[in-house]
């Protein structure tokens, strides 16, 4: 039940809203695609290459993985996973896991993903991330959106990209900074982090809570800027987002386009990927596997995939549906 002060809250962000619409011209945005359930089997290819983060996994074809149940869709839900039935072979690349691309790319666009479900636990490196679809990487940029690692509970937004591009320390983000240059050949490609200050945003505690939503609004003319809205937020009406009063709200990572990073000569139109992999450069690292309680479990990353399948019951993504909206101008 809303309380008398969320309800002036949210009555203050719909006056926002509207006089927001009363200016001339308006910027708002129009619904182009929704995925949901089967939409993703035709409108995403799955890839198959090796891991390029080095990570243990043997990413399948589209037919193995619904073969093999790693891949499965109602008229509702698209869920993707790794394998947790089987120890890996010597002569495996790896578990078996899902790695999807999406056949179109897009410019200006305001993404908005529902999911139910994301992987969790010791190994996983789940992502949902766009990136150039000219290429080659890092040319045309990265954005990754949805990123953590094991045991982790907060998620961490990133761009990566060619040389001349960081960001300020400070700026208007609930978020906070943990790394200022995007330039992939800095940091080891750490690239320009933001983690967010929801402890539910990521991980256990997110699939604990029904998930939320995730949306991250890409535009030449105010950057990249990402928000977590959660399933009991005053930003949601119905159970979707009321995305006006999303857009007027700070994000939780905000990337601007500013003389430190111009966005035109960074960033095109991007692809979409959703992965799981497993161990790899960041959640295998020595020094990251050990300072976790995963390595209570194992004294390596790889020992522990190899070995234990039951450990990756709950690594999977259950996505409601993925909407996305380019923007128009409405003449008055």
């Known amino acids: 039940m809303y309380t008398r002060c969320a309800i002036l809250a949210f009555a203050s962000?719909?006056?926002?809203?509207?006089?927001?619409?009363?200016?001339?011209?308006?910027?708002?945005?129009?619904?182009?695609?929704?995925?949901?359930?089967?939409?993703?089997?035709?409108?995403?290819?799955?890839?198959?290459?090796?891991?390029?983060?080095?990570?243990?996994?043997?990413?399948?074809d589209k037919a193995t993985a619904l073969k093999e149940?790693?891949?499965f869709v109602s008229d509702n839900k698209f869920v993707m996973r790794a394998d947790d039935t089987k120890k890996v072979t010597k002569s495996a690349r790896?578990?078996?896991?899902?790695?999807?691309?999406?056949?179109?790319?897009?410019?200006?666009?305001?993404?908005?993903?529902?999911i139910?479900?994301?992987?969790?636990?010791?190994?996983?490196?789940?992502?949902?991330?766009?990136l150039s679809e000219k290429g080659p990487w890092p040319y045309g940029g990265e954005i990754d959106i949805i990123e953590g690692v094991n045991l982790g509970q907060r998620n961490l937004?990133?761009?990566?990209?060619?040389?001349?591009?960081?960001?300020?320390?400070?700026?208007?983000?609930?978020?906070?900074?943990?790394?200022?240059?995007?330039?992939?050949?800095?940091?080891?490609?750490?690239?320009?982090?933001?983690?967010?200050?929801?402890?539910?945003?990521?991980?256990?505690?997110?699939?604990?809570v029904g998930g939320g939503f995730y949306i991250m609004e890409k535009s030449s003319t105010k950057g990249v800027s990402v928000w977590f809205i959660t399933r009991d937020s005053l930003?949601?009406?119905?159970?979707?987002p009321l995305l006006d009063l999303v857009l007027l709200s700070t994000p939780d990572a905000y990337f601007p386009t500013d003389k430190n990073c111009d966005y035109s000569?960074?960033?095109?139109?991007?692809?979409?990927?959703?992965?799981?992999?497993l161990c790899g450069d960041w959640a295998g690292s020595e020094s990251v596997w050990n300072a976790s309680t995963c390595a209570e479990k194992a004294s390596t990353c790889k020992s522990f995939v190899?070995?234990?399948?039951?450990?990756?019951?709950?690594?999977?993504?259950?996505?409601?549906?993925?909407?996305?909206?380019?923007?128009?101008?409405?003449?008055?």
């Open 13 to 60: 962000l719909v006056t926002v809203a509207v006089n927001a619409q009363s200016l001339l011209p308006s910027l708002t945005y129009d619904l182009i695609v929704s995925h949901v359930g089967y939409d993703f089997l035709g409108n995403f290819s799955w890839e198959t290459a090796d891991d390029p983060t080095n990570g243990c996994v043997n990413y399948v």
């Open 69 to 71: 149940n790693l891949t």
């Open 94 to 114: 790896g578990r078996d896991s899902v790695r999807i691309h999406s056949l179109d790319a897009y410019d200006d666009a305001l993404f908005v993903l529902d």
């Open 116 to 130: 139910s479900h994301m992987p969790e636990g010791c190994a996983t490196w789940p992502a949902w991330w766009t």
């Open 157 to 208: 937004a990133s761009l990566h990209t060619t040389p001349n591009c960081s960001m300020p320390n400070v700026r208007s983000q609930k978020g906070t900074t943990k790394s200022t240059s995007c330039d992939t050949s800095v940091n080891s490609n750490q690239g320009c982090g933001v983690s967010f200050p929801a402890q539910d945003s990521y991980g256990t505690s997110f699939n604990a």
């Open 235 to 240: 930003l949601l009406l119905g159970g979707q």
């Open 265 to 277: 000569k960074h960033f095109d139109a991007h692809s979409i990927v959703f992965d799981l992999t």
């Open 306 to 332: 190899d070995n234990n399948p039951h450990e990756f019951i709950e690594a999977y993504w259950e996505i409601n549906s993925l909407k996305i909206y380019t923007p128009y101008v409405l003449l008055r």
